[in-house]
């Protein structure tokens, strides 16, 4: 039977890679879906089990495939690119390769960045350039809802799955080495995501199929993150939905103040039906209230002996201990907390560095808003761009590192770079009459662009 499945899978990597290179706008969906994906695949086909990393190479050729594509074909991807929040977070990562020179774990932060570089490259350079404006992006919106619920459905239905330590697994096999599991956080995360673009997205009138798929993606989507245990994707997905629903659906009067507040609460009662449809005696303990403490007391740990760490080395306070230093004093891989990395590794350098990107995202994206305000599909697809940041940022409080997670900054500066776009094309109106065409400024005042 799986020799069957693998043969199918296989055909159909076959197929979509062929559909990809005719439809580019498909490689950005890709590499938004990328980790999960690689697991799900490689849980068919042997080969992508037993050589990690081929998958990602094929994403990898597909993108500078699809970019060289959009550029020959003349699409200015350039635009946007060079701006505030771009620089900064590329001065974070200048200043994490200086950081090697001065940390107690020179080689755990070498090979960090070196694993980290390609995904540097794909997600905070390719990845941006590929995004023309926030129509196009919309339209990905769609795709994404799509292709994330196949995936999330053909993982949760997947025959080498199972419950491991509370936690709903892919099991990848002997082939894939000692682990033989895929990361169930890459999972979670995707599903989180599904749950935030379900909500906000706004189809177009009579799309019946797309408010299926938006249900799909949300009970499937947030159903996935639950039962792989991944708790702070969960519970960062829901206080996002419930801190932008207002965003996207603004209260002008009493009318839409009832609206909305319904709206919340029918979020509020799916998350409770999914909850009770993805939880059962097989994690129920991971997702009880003592465990959740115990978890959280462990990254606090973790924070209080870097913090203090750091105090005690005042010459280091403006500069940092350097690059993975928590690794070389705890024999840890990172901290799991993105702002006291930044402070007690970079210093106050690297806090600088961050609080700048977010500011200047923040600010792109009050723009894009408020271009948008009564626009009600232009303005929830802002919402969700705003939302992803805000995820991002809130998983990046509990887990991971910005030298091997760069998707931490991918979504500021996507809405760095579409709001720069969408500056340049409202600057210009053209007025045509049947006399004369005329071109006429309107005198916006575009985002600052270096």
Known sequence: MMSILSILVSAAVVLGVLYVLYDTRWVIVLLMVMFPLEQLIASYVPLFAANPK??????????????????????????GMLNPVSVLIWLIYIKAAVGILHTPGPE?????????????????????????????????IRLLLWMGSVITILILVNPNTSYYSGRFTIDLGMQAGKEGAGSVLALGTLGGMLAIASVFFRPDPGRFFDQIIRLVAFVC???????????????????????FYPVARPVRDVRQF?????????????????????????????????????????????????????????????????TAAFEALESKV????????????????GLLLLTGTIYYAWRYGVGLLRTHQHDPQSRATVTIILAFGFYWLMIAMKQGSFLLSPEIFLWFLIVAKLAIVDAAQETWVIDETPEEPEIIPIGRIAPPVL
């Open 221 to 243: 989507g947030l159903g996935l993150a639950i039962g792989t245990g991944s708790r702070g994707q969960v519970l960062a997905a829901i206080v996002t939905c419930i801190l």
């Open 334 to 349: 990172y901290v799991h907390n993105l702002i006291v990395e930044m402070l007690c590794e970079q210093g106050l350098v």
């Open 108 to 140: 755990m932060a070498t090979s960090y960045m070196l694993f980290g570089l390609p995904y540097y490259v794909l997600m905070l350079l390719i990845l941006p350039l590929l995004l023309y404006d926030l129509h196009e992006f919309r339209r990905l």
């Open 54 to 79: 081929l998958f990602n190479l094929l994403i990898g050729v597909l993108a500078v495939v699809a970019l060289a594509s959009r550029f020959i074909r003349g699409h200015r991807l350039s635009l």
């Open 258 to 322: 009832f609206a909305t507040a319904f709206g919340v609460l029918i979020l509020i009662i799916g998350f409770m039906f999914t909850f009770s449809l993805f939880v059962s005696e097989l994690n129920r303990e991971r997702w009880a209230p003592v465990d959740m403490v115990a978890s959280i007391q462990t990254r606090f740990d973790f924070i209080a002996i870097l913090f203090f760490e750091y105090l005690s080395h005042p010459l280091s306070w403006l500069f940092g201990l350097g």
